[in-house]
């Protein structure tokens, strides 16, 4: 699970998870035996749980209707299968899961155009389509200490009860990618919006909003905010993005 950006600091965070800590014991897991489909397994039953436990969009509703106008046509975007959904929450981030399931916060949606939009959600599905979530999903179980299935011989990945499931989107939310791999997922969301014919610039924008709101902040930032450190500086991402545009000639106003 990638997460971009927490909420300003005066905004409370909503989304709901079980915060009791289950415990850090290695259970086992080896990067070797942890396949794809495992990952995407418990990322399904992590997904259905937050979509159990926050406020989902309706298909009627205006920001699902919204995020399906954008998005309809991605849903099977560099071979993954995606699904969107909207969470009606405060806080200011979108996620994507090793599923391939995409959730944005109606927050985020209410200070970004469409094509700043599309290019947050573009720099998520990277993440997927580089394995970063993959990958998460695999330290989170072990981190959790979920299941003693997970130290069997077998490395076999069990399904999750509904009091370990809060405990394991506690884990995944706090796992950090590298500055690596989050550059590499901007790399992505570049890529994207230049093949699609969007306006790659927006995704500039984008992160020059994050960086104002990182600034108002200072150093009031919430903790879940500070979790996210590893995450290259927002005006340093930018500035890459419009350096990359104007080599390729699409930089525009």
Do not use: W
Not at 200 to 219: C, I, P
Not at 221 to 242: F, N, Q, T, Y
């Amino acid at each position: 699970m990638s997460l971009l950006l927490t909420s300003a600091s005066n905004a409370s965070a909503q989304l709901k998870l079980n915060k009791k800590a289950i415990g850090a014991v290695d259970k086992g897991v080896k990067a070797a035996t942890f396949s794809d489909a495992d990952a995407a397994k418990l990322a399904g039953e992590a997904i259905a749980y937050m979509d159990t436990h926050n406020e989902v969009a309706a298909a009627d509703d205006p920001y699902m209707v919204r995020l399906t106008k954008l998005f309809s046509k991605h849903q099977n975007e560099g071979g993954l299968k995606l699904n969107f959904k909207v969470y009606k929450v405060k806080d200011i981030n979108a996620f994507a899961c090793a599923d391939g399931s995409v959730r944005v916060f109606s927050s985020l949606m209410d200070i970004m155009t469409d094509e700043e939009l599309l290019g947050i959600i573009g720099h998520e599905i990277g993440h997927v389509a580089n394995k970063d979530t993959r990958d998460a999903i695999r330290d989170a179980y072990k981190t959790a200490a979920l299941t003693d299935a997970a130290a069997s011989q077998s490395g076999a990945v069990n399904s999750l009860s509904e009091s370990q499931l809060g405990g394991f989107c506690t884990a995944l939310l706090g796992t950090k990618f590298s500055r690596k791999q989050e550059s590499e997922a901007d790399d992505y969301s570049y890529n994207f919006m230049k093949q699609h014919g969007y306006n790659v610039t927006a995704l500039a924008s984008a992160f020059n909003k994050f960086a104002e709101m990182e600034k108002e902040a200072g150093d009031n930032r919430s903790k879940s905010e500070k979790m996210l450190s590893s995450h290259p500086e927002s005006a340093d991402r930018a500035a890459k993005v419009l350096e990359k545009a104007k080599k390729d000639g699409l930089a525009k106003l």
